[in-house]
Structures are given as structure tokens and as C-alpha cells.
């Protein structure tokens, strides 16, 4: 059974850096096969994208975070990481992990990690 837990969220000052991860179990070799993506969902908002990295290692950005925030996979941890700097109140939202095999109905979802920005 696939799980996605992501951790590292927490409260920080505007201005500073959080790293969050996500680490999946149940892919095994298969990890390579699946987009990666980091959504955010803020109180009274939709949830939206705010980085993705795919099977190839293409990665991609909204512009609300381009040049702030960094996605990257490790193969052998089988883990996804998001290191975000430079953050503000704005980016103070839920953040999940999605993971989706391209060309199947495969898609799953962390629980969340509550990041909180102070101003």
C-alpha cells in the first residue's frame, strides 16, 4: 500500500526557510514512475499547485514561488523534499504531497504539514 508523510512544516519568520519532505513507502522501484507534486491549501482558498518535478526530472512553478521555492527527489530515500526561502504570511497554508503515475489511475496523498509564516 502506498503512503506519502510529509514533515517539516512548522512556524517561521517571515523571511526565513522551511524544508519539507515527503516520504513515500509502498513504490518501491516504481517511485522513478511517478510525478511528484507539492500542493498548498491556505483557510477559505483552494488547493494549489506550487511545485511539481516529473518522471524525466522537469521541474515546474507557479510564479507566486518561482525563484523562492525548490523541489527535488531522492531515488534511493524514495522521498520528495520542498525547500522553501524567502517565505511570507502568503505562503501560510496546508501543504501536501501528491504523487501520479502518468497513464494510470495511480494517485495518492500525503496527510498535510501545516506551515505557518509569523509577519
Known amino acids: 500500500q502506498v503512503q506519502l508523510v510529509e514533515s517539516g512544516g512548522g512556524l517561521v519568520q517571515s523571511g526565513g526557510s522551511l524544508r519539507l519532505s515527503c516520504a513515500t513507502s509502498g513504490m518501491g522501484i516504481f517511485f522513478s514512475t511517478y510525478d511528484m507534486k507539492w500542493y498548498r491549501q491556505a483557510p477559505g482558498k483552494q488547493r494549489e499547485l506550487v511545485a511539481g518535478i516529473s518522471t524525466g526530472g522537469s521541474t515546474n512553478y507557479p510564479d507566486s514561488v518561482k525563484g523562492r521555492f525548490t523541489i527535488s527527489r531522492d531515488f534511493g530515500k524514495t522521498t520528495v523534499y520542498l525547500q522553501m526561502n524567502s517565505l511570507n504570511a502568503e505562503d501560510t497554508a496546508v501543504y501536501y504531497c501528491?504523487?501520479?503515475?502518468?497513464?494510470?489511475?495511480?494517485?495518492?496523498w500525503g496527510q498535510g504539514t501545516q506551515v505557518t509564516v509569523a509577519s
Open positions: 501528491n504523487a501520479r503515475r502518468p497513464g494510470t489511475n495511480n494517485e495518492y
